[in-house]
Each structure stands twice: as structure tokens, then as C-alpha cells.
């Protein structure tokens, strides 16, 4: 007999935090990667809450005032933009709006990994999204990227998730094969998903996007970050039943994702507790 069975929250916890996304609608307000921003603000809807795409250093702060969350995300940097999530992610600090950030491609080059620490340092993250060679290379632990593409982990990847969290202060949502989303102390392993979204551009933007809309709704943001993963992944799952290729895929996840409903991710959602 198996002296530790595996522990999986209720299916009703992820399944209420959707259904609160889509009766609250919250504001997402992103700063973010040009090249996945409509795919950002797409799969935000299909979530059930409403986007903003919004940079412009005259705007941010009067829009994440109006926010649920906020979303940075470094994917196409500039000097310019980081200056602009400056100024939003301050306001969002003083107003109690959670920001999730997600560190692409930090690890490539020295300027990625310098701004992904200035923005940690200057800013309250509720949320650092990553792939597992960034958390790697944030956690200290040691971590592999190529351009904007995980290269993995040198060690065990929850213990690099649990550092990471530790080292930084905050809720850390690691994707990968098995998703772990810890905030240092509690550790989840979200088993939804498919291997057909590590082959499509801006999956990892997307699952960000996702994650603060589940976020904006939430109390727990260790709790809403595994259960918007899982939504995410189920949906990945769903979407590959039916698909014929890459771009197939990509329309059925917007679709599936969309039309996800309670019954079917309460019964489906595999969030482990460790």
C-alpha cells in the first residue's frame, strides 16, 4: 500500500477562482512582449477578464489605478519600457494591486537578468512567472536559457522554486512539465498540460496573462497561481485532443480555454500539495 498518497486540492478551490474571474471581470493591465501581446489580451478574455495593453509613461499610472493586476513582462526590452513598469508597478504597490512579473529570456544576456533584479528590488512582486532555467538563474541555483527558451535546471526543480521564493519574497510560478508554484513554504505541483504548448510561441506570456487574472480575484496568490496553471493546462489538454499541428492547436486553446467549464475543471484539475 502506498504509505503517502498523492494529495490533490479540491477540484471546487480552482473551479471557484474561475468562476469568480468571470463573474468579477477584472482589469488586467499588461506591459508587455510585443510580439504575444494580442495572444496576451486574447487569452486574458478568454479567461473571463477584460486587458489593457497600455505603456505609455503618461498613462500607466492612471490605468493600473483602475486595475485588478498588473502584468511586466521583459520579452522585448527596452530601457525605455522599464523605466514605464517602474512607474506602474510603484502605483500598483501604493494601491494594493498585485503585479505579476514575468522574467523572460533573464539568463540570456546580462541585461535581461540586471533588470529582472531592479524590478525585484524596486517593486512588491506578488507573482514571479517563469520557465525553469530563469527561476534557476534567479534562484542562484543555477539555470540554463537560450534567447527566451528554458534550458532547465541544474538541480532539483522544486527546491530551485522554493529558493527562488525564499531569496525573493515572493510567490514564484514555475512552468514546466509539472508546474510548481510555491511561496517558499507550501509547495504545488500542477499536473495539467499538454506537451503541444512548449511548441507554440507565447504560451509562457500567455500563462502569465492567465495567472493575473486569477490573482486579481484572490486572497491566496499561492492558491489562485496553481489553480489559473491548471485552467491553463486543462485547456492544453482539451485543445490537443483535436488538434492537427501548431497552429490548430493555438486556435482550439483560446477555445477551449473559453469554454472551460466548472464541472469539467473541478473534475479535471491535478493540483498536488506537497
Known amino acids: 500500500m502506498e ?12 473551479a471557484g477562482l474561475l468562476a469568480a ?9 499588461h506591459i508587455t512582449n510585443s510580439v504575444t501581446i494580442n495572444d496576451c489580451a486574447n487569452i486574458t478574455i478568454c479567461a473571463g477578464a477584460a486587458p489593457v495593453m497600455a505603456e505609455a509613461p503618461e498613462e500607466v499610472a492612471d490605468m493600473v489605478a483602475a486595475a485588478g493586476a498588473l502584468v511586466l513582462n521583459i520579452g522585448t ?11 506602474a508597478g510603484r502605483r500598483a504597490n ?16 546580462p541585461f ?10 524596486a517593486l512588491d512582486i506578488a507573482v514571479l512567472k517563469g520557465n525553469a532555467g530563469e527561476i534557476g538563474v534567479l534562484a542562484g541555483t543555477g539555470g540554463s536559457v537560450r534567447g527566451v527558451d528554458s534550458g532547465g535546471v541544474a538541480g532539483d526543480p522544486v527546491e ?10 515572493t510567490v514564484v510560478s514555475m512552468t514546466g512539465a509539472v508546474d510548481v508554484v510555491t511561496d517558499g513554504r507550501r509547495v504545488f ?34 492558491v489562485a497561481s496553481a489553480a ?11 485543445a490537443a485532443a483535436g488538434a492537427r499541428g501548431p497552429y490548430s492547436f493555438r486556435t482550439a486553446l483560446f477555445d477551449e480555454l473559453a469554454g472551460l467549464s466548472a464541472e469539467d475543471f473541478a473534475g479535471n484539475a491535478r493540483i498536488e500539495e506537497r
Open 160 to 169: 530551485t522554486a522554493r529558493e527562488c521564493a525564499r531569496s525573493t519574497g
Open 3 to 14: 504509505k503517502n498518497p498523492a494529495n490533490f486540492m479540491d477540484g471546487a478551490i480552482p
Open 112 to 121: 535581461r537578468t540586471a533588470t529582472v533584479r531592479r524590478l525585484l528590488d
Open 228 to 238: 489559473a496553471l491548471a485552467a491553463f493546462g486543462r485547456a492544453g489538454e482539451r
Open 189 to 222: 505541483l500542477v499536473r495539467n498540460g499538454n506537451p503541444a504548448m512548449d511548441r507554440l510561441s507565447g504560451t509562457g506570456c500567455m500563462a502569465a496573462s492567465v495567472t493575473a487574472a486569477f490573482v486579481a480575484v484572490a486572497d491566496d496568490y499561492t
Open 94 to 109: 501604493d494601491l494594493g494591486v498585485p503585479v505579476v512579473l514575468d522574467p523572460v529570456g533573464a539568463g540570456a544576456t
Open 21 to 29: 474571474v468571470r463573474s468579477g471581470r477584472p482589469l488586467i493591465h
Open 77 to 87: 526590452l527596452s530601457a525605455t519600457q522599464v523605466d514605464t513598469m517602474l512607474i
